[in-house]
């Protein structure tokens, strides 16, 4: 399964992006998927994430009440919503699969991963 993340950009604080995260060779549909994100200097870290079911979704802390993971299945696409940006959000976002039935929140728990959209916000 080759990964494709997009949608990263420049944008000011408190604004808003959506990115997208699209599968070739294979369906979502028995897959979880994975964004994390890696800032500079930093080790990645997990943002959110949706079951293979899409019955159950997980946000590391940062994520919580400003981020929304959603599948459109008939796209064959995740998407990460990101609402109320910080400049502390600025990293690059990465999608991740893995065959696990639940939503993992470290990295190794992912087998295949997407090249990365960079996100940027101004302060």
Same mark, same amino acid.
């Given at each position: 399964? /080759?990964? /494709?993340?997009?949608?990263?950009?420049?944008? /000011?604080?408190?604004?808003?992006?959506?990115?997208?995260?699209?599968?070739?060779?294979?369906?979502?549909?028995?897959?979880?998927?994975?964004?994390?994100?890696?800032?500079?200097?930093?080790?990645?870290?997990?943002?959110?994430? #949706?079951?293979?079911?899409?019955?159950?979704?997980?946000?590391?802390?940062?994520?919580?009440?400003?981020?929304? #993971?959603?599948?459109? $299945?008939?796209? $064959?696409?995740? !998407?990460? /919503?990101?609402?109320?940006?910080?400049?502390?959000?600025?990293?690059? !976002?990465?999608?991740? #699969?893995? #065959?696990?039935?639940?939503?993992?929140?470290?990295?190794? $728990?992912?087998?295949?991963?997407?090249?990365?959209?960079?996100?940027?916000?101004?302060?």
């Amino acid at each position: 399964v /080759q990964l /494709q993340a997009s949608g990263g950009g420049l944008v /000011q604080a408190g604004g808003s992006l959506r990115l997208s995260c699209s599968a070739s060779g294979r369906t979502f549909s028995r897959y979880t998927v994975g964004w994390f994100r890696q800032a500079p200097g930093k080790e990645r870290e997990f943002v959110a994430g #949706i079951s293979w079911s899409g019955g159950s979704t997980k946000y590391g802390d940062p994520a919580k009440g400003r981020f929304t #993971i959603s599948t459109d $299945n008939t796209k $064959n696409t995740v !998407y990460l /919503q990101m609402n109320s940006l910080k400049p502390e959000d600025t990293a690059v !976002y990465y999608c991740a #699969i893995t #065959i696990l039935r639940y939503v993992g929140v470290v990295a190794s $728990n992912y087998d295949s991963w997407g090249q990365g959209t960079l996100v940027t916000v101004s302060s």
